[in-house]
């Protein structure tokens, strides 16, 4: 059906367009899986840093995005995987508790271990004309690394903040890291010194058509 | 992260696997563009046609799965979507009302024409083990007929009832069925006479590996 | 690796963006099929004219793609194929001999029936800068339906030239055109009707970013 | 068209199924870029065991898919890649001189990093009924890595022989393994310890369906 034009004022207050967007991947986790304990305490701090960042990012406009593992749960949307996080047994509650969604973030769900994989990720940053990906989230060396690889793959510029991602154990998250920065020239920095004003206002490449087109043209 | 094997019970009551599933596509529908309220009348007659399918569907295990656009409402999910279609002043409320999707009703968000684009439809049905697809909504020669194409190109089989299928115009519906019938070698019949049982119980092909594979082969 | 940027002078000296391309699905095919011989004569008059309308495209500079299937054959290239349609026994030579591949042609290779499915033609034509399709070749309602309507997915412009298209009955052929009329918006016109200086020398679309982000935003 | 069922002999003399395929990424390859000449020995004795390795597979039936970049000559087909790369002064003559494909390789052409993105790979796989991958080629921690993670969010196995793959430096190299050992769960090993003979032999898993059905569901 045609009907998804006739109503543009349905996509809310946040701007519709932006050269930057935050990812969360698979930070809202119940953290029940094996190394989860251990792991707690620095996907505590970890939320903590993205909670930090995502305030600048939403103070400038820059658009968050969710991309959220269901768990096998095909059938829950992803404001009941927010809820099942909270509750009080469920190991990932006080990393779940710094990082719930406002009204204006977008969720895309992911099955697999990239955002990109079977999603409707890649028409989403279309849609917003994003070519910078800042990815936070969980774990650094699986699902972080294999979005960023899909990302750099699409052209796009990728910005780890590395105390805004983590892993299972630190020499994973060490290795993530290295990959990212050495085979997808990926930026990896703290989260306090990424400048998102100059992100935010970025113009958009002028030459030879749009981004897509002068990103795959490098390709 | 690899967490979501450790609870398989997450599935929920309903059988994890199906030779066979209903897909309901953007029935799930404000009926608020040019034409929609020509059509609210056969929208109307489908949606009851839909509702006893699904009826029986649900008796015998077999599983629904709600195909839907998110008419550009990127931050929406889909209970929302349902929500905001059942609102009094909406024109598809009476469709919406007799296709209030179920606890164990699949749903899969698609931001395009077809089910299969830029989704995680090929995968859940992979996980469903789903070779047949009785395809039902809205409309016959565009949502309906891009999901039906890409049914195919996968080498699933494709079943339209074509009482629970409807278009903006009686002519584009015939069109529609026309194609399906022609080019995708879908049988096109009444809801009455599709045998769920026979479907729902079908052996799965038996030699040289399995579903995606067998069919693969042939094309 | 990287060294795909090393040498940019290698595609050639025909324009490495244009914004509109022919495409050519399974024009190159033996017609060794059911009903291939009765399609044949008008198989060989739309050969004539989708050659007539490369000359017209490759005067102006705009690229010829073709889109051809493999039949099976996973272990032959394009060139390999081609040439076995020019054997002496072959029932679709008098075809093939009229759409005899240059050297500045681009080939995509298709396993199934959409050419966008499984293949390289979206990044092709991303690289490209590629907004509008003239899609011509073999069948009418389904390879040539199947890859416009993927198209028309991409928020491109699809033209159809009606005498550069056939399929294996009229009937089809016009249910065929039919569909990409109403439900792709699809301009189906004669092929001598086609103002390709026009199409050749229309500026790219300035606002808002680029040619997928505007194509895309529509959406 | 639907001309690719009529003639299943087309396929050769291989077996056209086989739970277990060798791939070789990017070894068709001319080298000129740079840390090229610093990579050459170290690619010659890579290519060596490739080489040693597919006469192995070949002999027990298993089939070998050139995966390649087509370094932005989308005119060009695979052969013709070959040739280039067998000119007197192209730096990875030596390479691909130990690698020439025979008339029963598959060849996947790749527009990216991953072998998967936007490719044939992942049908041909299915028609192959692959769900082994011994990955081999050029660059340990780009393409290859790349490559894998695609094949393991298929669900597929991966072996990654360590003598047949290399990187730009050795550091790369050691990363790359690193990663798919610890984050794709790839089987690292040195090629002379692969049990070609046992994998060629593995029997189909039994339960469930097939294939694809039994891989995905794990996910």
Redesign the interface.
């Known amino acids: ?8 004022d ?3 207050n946040a701007p519709d ?1 932006s050269p930057v967007a935050l990812l969360i991947v ?1 930070a809202i ?5 094996p190394g ?1 304990a251990a792991m707690l305490p620095r996907a505590v701090r970890m939320a903590r840093r993205i909670a930090a960042l995502k305030r600048r990012a939403t103070d400038l406009g820059i658009p968050t995005v969710y991309v959220n ?7 829950s ?3 009941r995987t927010v809820a099942h996080c909270l509750d009080d047994d469920v190991r990932g509650k006080p990393v779940v508790e710094l990082l719930v969604p406002d ?5 895309v ?1 992911k ?4 955002g990109f ?4 990720l ?3 940053l ?2 917003l ?1 994003t070519e910078t990906l800042i990815i936070t989230g ?2 650094t ?3 972080v ?2 979005t960023a ?2 990302a ?2 699409r052209d796009m510029t990728v910005i780890v903040p590395s105390d805004c991602v983590t892993a299972v154990t630190p020499a ?1 998250h060490r ?2 890291l ?2 990212m920065r ?2 997808l020239k990926a930026k990896v920095t703290s989260s306090a010194s990424i400048d998102l004003a100059r992100l935010a206002h970025a113009r ?1 490449r002028a030459s ?7 990103r ?4």
């Open positions: 059906m045609a009907p998804r034009r006739h109503n543009p349905l996509h809310g367009s698979d986790n119940d953290l029940e899986f989860g593992d269901n768990f096998g749960r095909w059938r949307d992803f404001r009204e204006n973030d977008y969720f769900l099955p697999k271990h990239s994989y079977n999603t409707t890649d028409l989403l279309d849609y004309q969980i774990a060396d699986v699902c690394l294999f690889a899909d750099y793959m994973a290795t993530g290295a990959q050495s085979a958009r030879g058509g749009g981004k897509r087109s002068s795959k043209r490098a390709g």
